[in-house]
């Protein structure tokens, strides 16, 4: 029987518990804190993160939401810094991507490492690396949530990561090595790529191309996760072609896969990072 691997109903579950968590912590005295960062005037990055604002309240948590609509590399860098020295915030997001101009690599490397709840800073992405215990990035946490919450086991199988971002394949291909299991990274330019899917036990894509992967590209019992998104209109189409659910032993639907869990993960890196 195939599995669906269900964001929506595992986000609520995951909501109830970390809200349960803010209120202990709030009874020995400890309020969450989470600091939003927002640069430059893009409405959809916008609306994002009020949302984040939004659900964090929703669980007692409390969130900053800070604006920077013109700011310079050396402004949000000190910015960061304060935010870093600021005892009632435990965690600091930096919403990507920044305004046009300003250093991605600046901001997440000015986050101290203990605050870094959203995983993209170069410490937190080489302990990821090293297997050390650190805060991963959203992505690569929804991903292993959903397979502790479904009982799938992500050691000793074959993964094949297709995509090579920052804050998701990369770090999750890092994870994988430190699994009992085998990885495969490719882009999707790849001349090869057919062919490495068709090999995978685990499949993760975040091609943004609408229903890419076929059914006769996989094998039966393939587990499939798609992280890509492609619009038209007021529709959003996945990497993967509906047909491959068929052939799969589990697969994450889009929408409501990985995609409602982000802010959830964040929220619980959170509530991690003030009990620490």
């Given at each position: 029987m195939t599995i669906i691997l269900d964001g929506r109903e595992t986000t609520e579950k995951v909501m109830e518990e970390v809200a349960a968590e803010v209120g202990a912590l709030k009874a020995k005295g400890i309020t969450p804190g989470l600091a939003l960062?927002?640069?430059g005037d893009d409405k959809y990055s916008a609306r994002y993160v009020n949302l984040k604002k939004k659900r964090a309240e929703g669980v007692g948590i409390y969130a900053e939401l800070h604006h920077l609509e013109q700011t310079t590399?050396?402004?949000l860098v000190a910015f960061i810094h304060r935010l870093n020295d600021d005892p009632k915030i435990h965690g600091i997001m930096v919403?990507?991507?920044?305004?046009?101009?300003?250093s991605e690599l600046k901001a997440v490397d000015a986050i101290a490492p203990e605050k870094d709840v959203d995983g993209l800073s170069p410490n937190t992405l080489g302990k990821v690396l090293m297997g050390e215990e650190t805060y991963p990035p959203a992505g690569v946490e929804a991903i292993m949530e959903?397979?502790?919450?479904?009982?799938?086991?992500?050691?000793?199988?074959h993964w094949?990561?297709?995509?090579?971002?920052?804050?998701?394949?990369?770090p999750l291909a890092a994870s994988v090595m430190n699994?009992?299991?085998?990885?495969?990274?490719?882009?999707?330019?790849?001349?090869?790529?057919?062919?490495?899917?068709?090999?995978?036990?685990?499949?993760?894509?975040?091609?943004?191309k609408k229903h890419f992967v076929k059914?006769?590209?996989?094998?039966?019992?393939v587990i499939v996760i798609d992280n890509g998104n492609t619009y038209e209109g007021k529709k959003v189409y996945g990497d993967v072609d509906p047909e491959v659910y068929e052939k799969a032993s589990a697969y994450t639907p889009v929408p409501g896969g990985t995609g409602p869990m982000l802010i959830a993960m964040l929220l619980k890196a959170t509530v991690k990072?003030?009990?620490n």
């Open positions: 960062v927002l640069t590399d050396e402004e919403q990507l991507p920044l305004a046009e101009g300003l959903l397979f502790r919450r479904y009982n799938i086991d992500p050691n000793r199988k094949v990561i297709v995509g090579s971002s920052n804050f998701l394949s990369k699994l009992s299991s085998n990885v495969t990274q490719v882009d999707e330019g790849c001349p090869h790529i057919a062919e490495q899917i068709k090999d995978a036990d685990v499949i993760s894509t975040e091609m943004q059914a006769d590209m996989v094998k039966e019992g990072a003030a009990s």
